[in-house]
């Protein structure tokens, strides 16, 4: 990286004269590659890291929405290959002091992301059980809705209003008592913050056993519902996870910097990449004892991602602070939809009769299944996708973990 990058009124980047080219030119003895290329390629790294996180920032996909969390695992899992292939081609300095240390550091806060990608998973799989009464709403109330459209049909009715299906007293009791229970769950999951897990099930080893519970037509109450949730224990904490995998990270020193022929900068880069994904992660998902309280210790103009990465952290900071999403289930853009949504139409149906529906109501009402249907199909599109992010994040950090661990001790031992 170039020294501009590194220029600020934070120590020790101020002082920091030399870019890491230079550094790596008096250091070759210390390179497994040739020290231009070897300089080439951690700036890149750096370049991409930076690229990530503007494109976040200036996405068209709302923060911390369903599309947005996506592009953002894509970018973390780019990250660490990249990542990989750098601390690959330089596996013999990794495998040596003092750069060992950092690295090994790095793969101890991954392997505590692994339990954040467990619980985060558990979020996801909850997050699919509010959308199963969202559906049952949406199909019951659908006569009303305008252009009215069954969940899951391609066919819509713009026929003469007088012959759309009627509402019926059924639909309506069927769908009070759904939105009852949907913003029992959501209500719910806000006071039980620290409930329910058992460690027991992770990625791959993940039973079907709930598939009858949660088939279609099925919707199960709050307490059966939290019995699927046990890929952690029932002690375990999001907001400590996160806290632990904070722990001690901080800007590489000068020294840190030429000691590893700046191969630290990478280490440090990835730390704070897995950091942010997984601050997000437990920010949007949710998940067992969530806490956002974590301090990034990142000199705002050290490096080239800096300034947009702490932009984020800021707008989610702020985000968490609004009054109508403190303590929240979680933040992600379509909970909060679904949560409003459901409140409302609870309200316009609230002691309502089909014989009082008149038209003024059948707008408000079919406004709000529409609403609804919206977050509907976008669940029922991207969680599934989400999950499998989410999975895939897992497996790479093992796989990651272990490819680098073989690698170090083979050469460790030469």
Not at 67 to 72: G, M, N, Q, S
Not at 280 to 290: G, K, N, S, T
Not at 382 to 396: A, G, T
């Amino acid at each position: 990286m170039p020294a501009t990058d590194y220029q600020g009124s934070s120590a020790p980047f101020a002082s920091l004269g030399r870019s890491i080219l230079s550094i790596r030119r008096d250091q070759v003895h210390s390179m497994d590659a040739h020290p231009s290329d070897s300089a080439e390629e951690l700036e890149s790294f750096q370049r991409h890291i930076s690229d990530l996180f503007a494109n976040l920032a200036s996405s068209p996909d709302e923060i911390l929405s369903l599309a947005w969390i996506r592009k953002l695992l894509e970018g973390f899992l780019v990250s660490l290959e990249e990542f990989r292939v750098i601390m690959f081609n330089h596996r013999s300095a990794a495998s040596r002091p003092p750069l060992e240390r950092h690295v090994a550091e790095f793969y101890e806060r991954a392997v505590k992301a692994l339990d954040v990608c467990n619980a985060v998973r558990d979020g996801v799989n909850q997050i699919r059980q509010w959308n199963k009464h969202v559906e049952i709403v949406v199909h019951s109330l659908s006569s009303l809705e305008p252009n009215n459209q069954n969940p899951g049909s391609s066919e819509t009715n713009n026929e003469n209003p007088s012959k759309r299906p009627s509402l019926t007293e059924g639909q309506l009791r069927r769908s009070k008592k759904t939105l009852m229970d949907l913003i029992f769950l959501i209500t719910d999951e806000k006071d039980q913050s620290s409930s329910t897990s058992h460690r027991n099930r992770s990625f791959g080893r993940a039973k079907d056993s709930s598939r009858s519970a949660t088939s279609p037509g099925h919707v199960c109450s709050g307490s059966h519902f939290r019995s699927l949730s046990w890929s952690v224990s029932r002690t375990w904490s999001a907001a400590r996870q996160l806290s632990l995998i904070s722990a001690n990270l901080s800007a590489p020193s000068r020294h840190d910097i030429s000691s590893t022929a700046g191969l630290v900068i990478p280490v440090y880069t990835i730390s704070t990449v897995l950091l942010f994904t997984m601050w997000a992660l437990v920010a949007a998902i949710p998940c067992q004892d969530r806490g956002l309280q974590i301090h990034f210790s990142i000199p705002r103009t050290g490096f080239l991602w800096s300034s947009a990465l702490l932009s984020l952290h800021e707008r989610i900071t702020e985000e968490s602070k609004r009054k109508e999403r403190r303590n929240c289930s979680g933040l992600l853009k379509e909970i909060y939809q679904i949560e409003k949504s459901s409140h409302v139409l609870m309200e316009l149906l609230e002691g309502l009769e089909v014989r009082e529906v008149g038209e003024e109501r059948e707008r408000e009402v079919g406004g709000g299944v529409r609403e609804m249907r919206e977050v509907f199909e976008v669940f029922s599109e991207e969680l599934e996708p989400l999950e499998k992010q989410i999975r895939e994040v897992f497996h790479r950090i093992v796989r990651s973990r272990t490819e680098s661990m073989d690698s170090l001790a083979t050469h460790g031992h030469e």
